[in-house]
Structures are given as C-alpha cells and as structure tokens.
C-alpha cells in the first residue's frame, strides 16, 4: 500500500503531474505531517483493475481531494475515461472530489451529467444526483475545467467505485459471448478473427440462417463494430442489445436471420479497454483514424477485421449493404449518425432512409441530429474509409448515442440513459432492419410470417415514438412517412 501526503505549499507532489504514467494501486491518503498506519476516514484510493483509470491524488483537506485522470498509455493527449475505487471510509463522511485534469473543455457535465457509482452492498451502477455535481474553470488549475462532486460514504465496510459512465469489460464481454456458446444456437457462430497486441481475443459473431452460408447463395451482410474508442463504454451495451435481439426467439429476429447475415465484432480495441484508455490502443493510437492503412503489429485488431471486409466485398455473392461503427458522444443529447456525402442526389436520399425509420423505432434517436459530411480530420475513420471502398449499394454510418441522456418528442427534461436504454437502442437498431428491408421490396411478403411489423409485435408499452403517424390503416408505413421529418 502506498501512502501520499500533500505538500499544501505548492500542490505537487515528486514528478508532478506530467509523470502519471500508471494507476494509483491501494493509495493511502493522509493528512500531511501524519505517520502510522491509515485510520478510518483516511481514504484508500485504487485503480489497479481492469478498465481503471486514476493516476493521482493529492489532499487538500480532510473534506476535499484533488483527483488526476492518468493519460492514455503512449498518449498524454486524452484525459477523459475514470474508473476509481474508494475504501476505508467513515460512516457519514462527506467529502469533495475534483477531478482536474480534462483534456476536453466541452462537456455533459455542463447539461447535468453525473459520475456513476457502485459500492460492495450496492453493486447496480447509478448515477450521482446533479446537484451534486460542479463543472467549472478553477483558477487553481490554470483555468482548466474542473469537475468537482459531492458524496456522502455511508457504509464503513463498503468499497465504492466511482466511474466517467457505466463500465463495459474486456472481461464481461467474454463472459456475454461464453454465455452465448453455451446456448449452442445453429444460427450463432463464434470465430476468433485475431488476436490484440497483448493477446486478447478479436471475437467475430456472424449470426444467420445457415442455409445463408452455403457457397452457391448469395448474401446481403449488415457489418457492425463497437468499442474502436475503449472509453466509449455504451457502444458495448447498444451493441449486447442489438445482439441479444438478433438471437431471440422474437418473430422479427426470426425473420431477419432467414434474410440477412449479420456480422458484429463487439470490442475492436479490446487493449485499450482493459487498460481503461478513453480513445487510443495500448500503443498510443487512435484505430478510428488508421483505417487506410492498418498496421499488421501495431494495428492488429483493424487490420483484421480491414482484410475480412475487403474480402468480402471481392466476393460476387456477397453484397456488403451496411456498415455500422458504434460510438459513445461527450457534448451531445440523444443517439444520431454520422453518414457520408455523394454527389448523386439519389443515393443522399437512399441514405437518409436507414436513419428515418430508426427515428421512428426509436424514441431517443434524433435525425434533426444526423448529419453526413467529408471533414478532412475523419478521412481515417471506418465510416468514411468503407465509404470510399464500397459500392454505392452500400451504406456506411457512425451510430453515436450520448454518454448522458436523451430528449424524446415533446419533452423538456432530459432523461438520464440507463445500461438498459442503451441496450435497448441497440435492438431497435436492429429490428429496424426489417422495415428498412421491406420498404425496400428485400423480403419475400409471401413468406409465413414477413407481414410482421416490428413495431406492432413489441410488448405493450416498448414501442417507439411516431408509431402511428404515417401509417395506413393495417399498419404498414406509407413511402412518405419514410421521407418527412420524425
């Protein structure tokens, strides 16, 4: 256990804030001048476990502690994702923490974002109330912004942890995906695509009808990718949903597994989310902006899963139709997409469609929020990439959901997301498929069983917003419902 006390003259301790370069591991927080083995209320502070993310703490007084995010491995640009666990508290004690070295100035935090928290007794993550929560320039900091929480410990023998959003592991994905072999469902496959620099597994699900994969047959594939930004932990539960949909007994799933190959690799930075980096690899990189040229050593895992899409778009009997990268936003409200631009008028328009009727299945997706565009700065990404490589058949989006909440139709007040309405999001995603695929004369209405809308056969009370505008009278949605506003 490491023991740290504060020098109150000048507010730094030996290397200063440059050398975080590791978590702080079983850190005992003393008052200064104190010596002996930590009393209770001297805070023990650890960040030695996976996804974790702090790499110093200074005492500024028995109430109010100082808390600095450790960089990205090989990159001290980002300082976003935090992941601490405090223990040794004193029933009722209260206390300030100020996390004080961002990197972004723009933030949630300045809408009513809140950390999330969980102790020993209280394992459900939830998040803090935002009055408790300060975001601010502090003049103590050179006028970096500062977010400061209140948070009052009310369990002696509780350990609470303290996270930037809801934590999705390297290790709970594996755990979601054994639990998933052990169904041995025919239209699940699991494969081991590659392996990250560290050696951890690049898994790759197809999910399908096996009939599909016969050789002779030709196949529309929908590709999906989640977790390129290690720190975006709610593309990991959008993508469970959308998972856990694809493989239910829920007739639409059904429906499209006898019409489409699914593709998903659900975690493309596998190191740098065990590391508990916001953006980067274990390396320093940022995959989201190497996709031109993936390194075999460097880049693994996006080189990967590159070569299998390239692959697959060399293959005449196969019709790669979309592509969907899954990212988490900083600054802004609700799910959206980024798509690209074309010159063709008619493929603007064809593009717009997937993101119209998600609109309508989905209540916290905003289309007023989509937009399509070529910056320069994202020519790297796997959106505009794919754009460029695939045919105009094809469609490439970025799918970004907030890390702090949603405004549906007609609502002032925002609604905090919940690891559930992440991961609902996620099965609206893809139950959306069918109706983008029916509207586009892509499934055989003769078929037991096609008929189905994927609006009307959700439970009473899960369907999304708008689900009866732009309707005819037995339910389908008319062309022009696709092409007004949500």
Not at 349 to 361: D, E, G, K, Y
Request: net charge neutral; glycine share 6%; proline share 6%.
């Amino acid at each position: 256990m490491e023991e740290i006390h504060r020098d109150s003259d000048t507010g730094n301790e030996a290397g200063g804030e440059d050398a975080l370069v590791g978590n702080v591991s079983k850190l005992a927080v003393s008052p200064p001048g104190y010596t002996g083995a930590p009393r209770k209320g001297h805070l023990i502070f650890d960040a030695c476990f996976e996804s974790g993310n702090l790499g110093r703490v200074d005492y500024i007084n028995e109430f109010e502690f100082d808390l600095f995010i450790r960089p990205d491995t090989c990159n001290p640009r980002f300082r976003v994702w935090f992941n601490f666990s405090v223990e040794n508290v004193r029933e009722t004690q209260r206390v300030i923490f100020n996390i004080v070295n961002f990197s972004k100035t723009k933030s949630l935090y300045r809408d009513g974002m809140s950390p999330v928290v969980k102790s020993t007794s209280r394992p459900k993550w939830q998040r803090l109330p935002a009055k408790n929560v300060y975001y601010y320039r502090c003049p103590d900091h050179r006028r970096n912004y500062v977010m400061s929480f209140a948070f009052c410990f009310d369990r002696e023998d509780d350990v609470y942890q303290f996270a930037y959003c809801y934590p999705y592991t390297y290790s709970r994905l594996q755990h979601y995906l054994d639990s998933l072999d052990r169904r041995n469902l025919d239209y699940l496959k699991r494969e081991q695509l590659g392996l990250s620099v560290q050696q951890r597994r690049l898994d790759l699900l197809t999910i399908t009808n096996p009939i599909l994969l016969s050789p002779e047959r030709e196949k529309k594939v929908v590709f999906l990718t989640a977790r390129v930004h290690p720190g975006e932990s709610p593309a990991s539960f959008i993508c469970q949903g959308f998972i856990d949909f694809l493989v239910s007994e829920h007739p639409v799933a059904q429906i499209l597994r006898d019409h489409v190959v699914f593709k998903v690799v659900p975690m493309l930075n596998p190191d740098g989310v065990y590391l508990g980096n916001y953006r980067c690899s274990l390396m320093g990189f940022d995959l989201n902006r190497h996709w031109q040229e993936p390194s075999p050593w460097a880049h693994p895992t996006l080189h990967a899963v590159k070569q299998l899409i390239v692959q697959m778009n060399q293959d005449p009997k196969v019709s790669l139709e979309f592509y969907i990268d899954v990212h988490a936003h900083s600054t802004m409200m609700n799910g959206f997409m980024y798509g690209n631009v074309f010159e063709e008028e008619e493929r603007v328009h064809r593009q717009a469609v997937f993101p119209r009727l998600l609109c309508h299945n989905a209540p916290d997706f905003s289309f007023s929020s989509t937009s399509f565009n070529k910056d320069v700065v994202k020519a790297g990404t796997g959106r505009r990439f794919l754009g460029g490589l695939l045919d105009d058949t094809s469609y490439c989006y970025t799918l970004e959901v907030s890390f702090y909440s949603y405004m549906t139709a007609g609502s002032a007040t925002p609604m905090p997301y919940t690891e559930e309405t992440y991961m609902k999001l996620g099965r609206n995603v893809a139950r959306t498929f069918l109706e983008y695929y029916r509207l586009n004369n892509l499934l055989d209405d003769n078929k037991p069983g096609s008929h189905i809308n994927s609006l009307n056969v959700l439970p009473s009370g899960r369907h999304g917003n708008n689900n009866s505008n732009g309707r005819n009278q037995d339910g389908e949605r008319k062309i022009h419902g696709v092409k007004g506003d949500c």
